[in-house]
């Protein structure tokens, strides 16, 4: 297989960059997170939201993802990355780990106030969760919730489910 050893799904807070870069660093191999690439080219992603609009963000997600999914390593996406058909139909050919966590887990790593999706708190993030999550359902290689053990023990186990294969 081509591309990336792994890539990254889930919803905001279910960390995903911070277990991305665990498993990356434990195997030897590069780390890309999607967000960080857009931040990094085009600035912060609520500026991108508010001044462009989603759809714009979208289209410059759709085009990241579609970089990093031809590199190595462990890839991690932004939560709303899998709404994009073109992206859902790439990540087809890939191993997808599918972070969940628990509304009551992830309220308190919300709190940046940099999600801009989010800014309504708590319920904004379950609706949000809810609307996509048969999305990442149907993506996913295997799930890990995150919701309680520490990231340590859950990068351990992706690993490990990783070298399985």
């Given at each position: 297989?081509?591309?990336?050893?792994?890539?990254?799904?889930?919803?905001?807070?279910?960390?995903?960059?911070?277990?991305?870069?665990?498993?990356?660093?434990?195997?030897?191999?590069?780390f890309t997170d999607t967000d960080k690439v857009i931040v990094a080219?085009?600035?912060?992603?609520?500026?991108?939201?508010?001044?462009?609009?989603?759809?714009?963000?979208?289209?410059?997600?759709?085009?990241?993802?579609?970089?990093?999914?031809?590199?190595?390593?462990?890839?991690?996406?932004?939560?709303?990355?899998?709404?994009?058909?073109?992206?859902?139909?790439?990540?087809?050919?890939?191993?997808?780990?599918y972070l969940t966590i628990t509304a009551e887990a992830v309220a308190?790593?919300?709190?940046?106030?940099?999600?801009?999706?989010?800014?309504?708190?708590?319920?904004?993030?379950?609706?949000?969760?809810?609307?996509?999550?048969?999305?990442?359902?149907?993506?996913?290689?295997?799930?890990?919730?995150?919701?309680?053990?520490?990231?340590?023990?859950?990068?351990?186990?992706?690993?490990t489910w990783l070298e399985a294969r």
């Open positions: 297989m081509s591309g990336p050893l792994a890539v990254f799904v889930g919803p905001m807070g279910s960390g995903k960059t911070r277990i991305g870069k665990r498993v990356a660093a434990a195997l030897g191999v590069p080219q085009h600035g912060p992603i609520a500026e991108l939201f508010d001044t462009h609009g989603e759809p714009h963000f979208r289209a410059l997600e759709r085009d990241t993802v579609r970089e990093a999914l031809t590199g190595a390593g462990i890839v991690s996406l932004g939560g709303g990355a899998v709404l994009d058909a073109s992206t859902r139909e790439l990540l087809a050919a890939h191993r997808v780990v308190s790593r919300l709190g940046d106030g940099k999600r801009p999706l989010v800014r309504g708190g708590i319920g904004d993030w379950q609706r949000i969760y809810d609307e996509r999550k048969p999305v990442y359902e149907s993506l996913a290689s295997v799930t890990f919730d995150t919701s309680r053990l520490p990231y340590d023990r859950i990068a351990a186990d992706v690993v």
